[in-house]
């Protein structure tokens, strides 16, 4: 296993060259015997020496192989690069040579090529004048094409005179070209006033064009030969604009024209003058509606001419149908707004909102079956803004609402006219007194809440609730009315004749406002009365009430006077005729709705402070007076002692000392009205004393 001295000598050069090669050798060497102490570590593994011998041997003469062939491979390309590196050097010589014989031959050609510099200066100059002599026909035949165009425009001639014009300009925009380019700029001057006719011309036709333009609805369906006309010179004039902005060296003078866009400019004009300037109109009743109806025919016919004519007279890029329908929006737009700007009355504002709202964007303008699909009313937005639109309701509910509140002071005025008539209030067929003042305010509100549904539902929700604040200050309005009728009435209780019976038609008039204002509201779902018009309602049921029961106690209180009396107690006189003015009120009350009726029966309170004084005046023990006293003054402490003293007057049966025991009690026991008390006695009026008088044996007070 071990190397010979020869190895070893033949080996180190190697080594000294290749380190590597020597350390790979030994890890090879390491791992061959790290393999073979693993392999053959007990004796009957020796018997495969052989084997594995032979294994390895074939497996080294193949790397061997395998080795050979690579650096065969790699010498051969060395060889080959060699080979191609030295044909490049005989290249790179060859041209070195020949770009040398190059160089000294320049140097021979430099003073020939100063020759040939002069050559071309003269070359430029001949051009010049060459170029200028082929342009003095044209030049001196501009002022007799201007001249020949003039009268191609006069007849109408347009392409034709265009022409001319463009062949003009063409020369004398390449002319001005050339001097800018040659910085001969002082020239240019000169040019332009040689020129200066194009200027008229150019103006001509561009009056003819516009003309032309603004009578294109006209013309589309007469003659549309003339406005294609002018579309065609429109559009070469564009197509020069283009070149000419693409060139960027040089801009003509009045270029870029922009006729297209003057062209849309003059179409939009001309459809604001026609029917969209400024002009004196009847801005209320069938003045506007007259005008609107005039704008809803020409706006559809217009656009009708225009989609199924003028789109086929000019390109589709002009998208002329989209221009149209957006001019007359826009201009309609502004139109309305200024006729918004007037002080309009309720019907003209009502007339516009139905327009703009539902006539515009409805099949008979904007959604015409003749103008789909093509026109699409929602891509154009609304006709005027939400805000304006809001604002232009509540002026409609403005005026409404003064209209109201004039009809109503005036239903007012005629009601209570009515009072003083010779006859009693109208009875329905159940006999109940009434008026047509429900009647007339409740079908003056719902028919304008109906009228504003038609509209929106905004609207409708302003209108519904301007009628329920007007509804209540009418009530409140009528309250007054009533308060005053009241006391004009106990000036003179005969004015009005039949006073009662009218307070009782108002009661069954507030029943039917109240049972009616639920059907006012727009959703029928929603039927409650909002809580300040419920209590208007109950303030005007309980004044009507109060003037009844008003009226009934002055037409009792002549009998009031003699209670208690030796009369009152002697005889059933004065009982009697209380009892006929009492039926005569019930009788009357019969002609009142139950549930105002019910407003007029009295209380559960007062019916019981009522059998609370009987017991008062009924106790036989007057000792045990002050203790019955202390309870009726803790249950009702709204009684005074002269309430209590005019009791003690009417039994009669009452001594100096019972009475002095009773009011000490009262003042040294006062009772404070408790939270939510109704009051009963604080209201009644004691009448002043009569002579005292006794009742059987008992001493007099």
């Given at each position: ?104 031959a ?32 044209q ?55 040689y ?71 003059v ?126 309701e ?39 007194f009434?008026?047509?003042?429900p ?6 509100l ?26 209540e ?29 009218y ?97 007029l ?74 939270e939510?008390?109704?009051p ?11 002579l ?10």
């Amino acid at each position: 296993m071990g190397m010979s001295a020869k190895d070893e000598r033949c080996a180190s050069p190697t080594d000294e060259e290749w380190p590597e090669v020597e350390k790979a050798e030994k890890l090879a060497r390491g791992a061959a015997l790290k393999w073979a102490s693993g392999v053959f570590y007990r004796p009957e593994k020796l018997e495969g020496l052989g084997h594995y011998r032979n294994r390895e041997t074939q497996r080294n003469s193949s790397i061997q192989t395998r080795l050979k062939s690579t650096v065969q491979s790699y010498l051969e390309g060395v060889s080959t690069g060699l080979e191609q590196l030295r044909s490049a050097v005989q290249e790179v010589q060859s041209v070195c040579q020949d770009m040398g014989a190059a160089r000294w031959a320049l140097l021979d050609c430099a003073d020939r090529f100063q020759d040939l510099q002069q050559m071309r200066a003269l070359m430029a100059e001949h051009m010049q004048l060459a170029s200028v002599v082929q342009v003095l026909p044209q030049l001196f035949s501009v002022h007799e094409v201007f001249s020949h165009a003039l009268k191609l425009l006069r007849g109408q001639h347009l392409l034709e005179a265009h022409a001319e014009l463009m062949m003009m300009e063409h020369l004398r925009d390449d002319i001005l070209s050339q001097l800018h380019l040659r910085g001969l700029s002082s020239a240019q001057a000169t040019v332009l006033s040689y020129f200066s006719c194009l200027q008229e011309l150019n103006e001509s036709l561009a009056k003819q064009l516009w003309s032309i333009v603004s009578s294109s609805l006209q013309l589309v369906r007469e003659d549309p030969v003339l406005f294609v006309t002018a579309i065609r010179i429109i559009e070469r004039e564009e197509k020069i604009d283009d070149t000419l902005l693409l060139d960027a060296t040089f801009l003509p003078p009045g270029r870029p024209k922009g006729w297209r866009q003057k062209f849309y400019h003059v179409l939009q004009e001309t459809i604001t003058a026609a029917h969209f300037n400024a002009i004196r109109m009847d801005a209320e009743g069938p003045g506007l509606a007259r005008h609107l109806a005039a704008l809803q025919r020409d706006i559809v016919s217009e656009l009708r001419v225009v989609k199924d004519l003028m789109v086929q007279c000019v390109p589709a890029h002009y998208n002329i149908l989209s221009v149209c329908t957006a001019t007359y929006h826009r201009a309609l737009s502004s139109h309305l707004q200024d006729i918004l700007r007037e002080d309009l009355d309720k019907q003209a504002l009502f007339l516009l909102l139905e327009w703009v709202l539902r006539m515009y964007p409805s099949p008979e303008v904007m959604g015409h079956p003749d103008l789909l699909p093509e026109v699409d009313v929602s891509s154009l937005g609304p006709l005027i803004s939400p805000e304006l639109v809001d604002q232009t309701e509540r002026k409609y509910v403005e005026k409404v609402k003064a209209s109201v509140i004039e009809w109503m002071q005036r239903t007012l005025e005629v009601e209570f006219k009515e009072w003083f008539r010779e006859e009693e209030p109208e009875m329905d067929h159940q006999g109940f007194f009434q008026s047509a003042l429900p009647v007339i305010v409740v079908q003056m509100l719902s028919e304008n809440i109906q009228v504003a549904s038609l509209i929106t539902d905004s609207l409708q929700q302003k209108v519904y609730n301007m009628a329920l604040e007007e509804l209540e200050a009418f009530l409140g309005r009528l309250r007054e009315v009533l308060v005053q009728c009241g006391k004009e009435h106990q000036k003179d209780r005969t004015v009005p004749k039949h006073y009662v019976p009218y307070l009782l038609a108002m009661l069954n008039n507030n029943l039917a406002l109240s049972s009616s204002i639920p059907s006012l509201h727009p959703n029928a779902a929603c039927r409650e009365v909002p809580a300040s018009l419920q209590v208007a309602l109950d303030k005007m049921q309980k004044k009507a009430c109060q003037l009844l029961l008003e009226e009934l106690l002055l037409d009792l209180q002549p009998f009031y006077v003699q209670l208690p009396s030796r009369k009152w107690l002697l005889g059933s006189q004065l009982v009697n005729s209380m009892c006929e003015v009492i039926d005569k009120y019930t009788k009357d009350f019969s002609h009142v709705r139950k549930p105002a009726f019910s407003g007029l029966d009295r209380s559960q309170q007062s019916l019981e402070a009522v059998f609370a004084l009987r017991e008062l005046i009924c106790i036989k023990d007057p000792a045990l007076l002050s203790l019955e006293v202390l309870g009726f003054i803790t249950k009702y402490p709204d009684v005074s002692d002269e309430h209590i003293s005019t009791l003690l007057d009417l039994r009669g049966d009452i001594s100096k000392d019972v009475r002095h025991v009773v009011l000490e009690m009262m003042a040294q026991n006062p009772q404070p009205l408790p939270e939510g008390y109704r009051p009963i006695f604080s209201t009644i009026l004691v009448p002043a004393p009569e002579l005292p008088f006794c009742l059987r044996k008992a001493k007099c007070a």
